[in-house]
Nanobody
Framework: QVQLTESGGGSVQAGGSLRLSCAASGYIYNNFCMAWFRQAPGKEREEVANIDEYGVSAYANSVKGRFTVSRDNTMNTLYLQMSSLKPEDTAMYYC???????????????????????WGQGTQVTVSS
């Protein structure tokens, strides 16, 4: 069993930055894919970024160039550095993990949202204009 605990959310003005962290406990399998999802009230859940064990990452178009995902495998910790924040980034952010599927150079590229078995409780990010 894997437990995921997010931290680092908060309120910030547009243009500001936040860094989210996710501490994972339990058994982290080799080739796990880890990712950040977000969901705003009344909107669909969105995968923001993912990263595999080898550091291969991918981003949603809405955050590309502004967000950076990273992972410390020795500490079982996932990060999301968010810069140039916009009001539309306001959402609950969730850390997720699941078995990777190797495809096209990444253990995350073929992983569907339903393949992520483990979800954190979420951390709220609020960006004011």
């Amino acid at each position: 069993q894997v437990q995921l605990t997010e931290s680092g959310g908060g309120s910030v003005q547009a243009g500001g930055s936040l860094r989210l962290s996710c501490a994972a406990s339990g058994y982290i399998y080799n080739n796990f894919c880890m990712a950040w999802f977000r969901q705003a009230p009344g909107k669909e859940r969105e995968e923001v970024a993912n990263i595999d064990e080898y550091g291969v990452s991918a981003y949603a178009n809405s955050v590309k160039g502004r967000f950076t995902v990273s992972r410390d495998n020795t500490m079982n910790t996932l990060y999301l550095q968010m810069s140039s924040l916009k009001p539309e980034d306001t959402a609950m952010y969730y850390c997720v993990a699941g078995r990777g599927i190797f495809y096209s150079g990444s253990w995350c590229s073929a992983v569907k949202p339903t393949d992520f078995n483990y979800w954190g409780q979420g951390t709220q990010v609020t960006v004011s204009s």
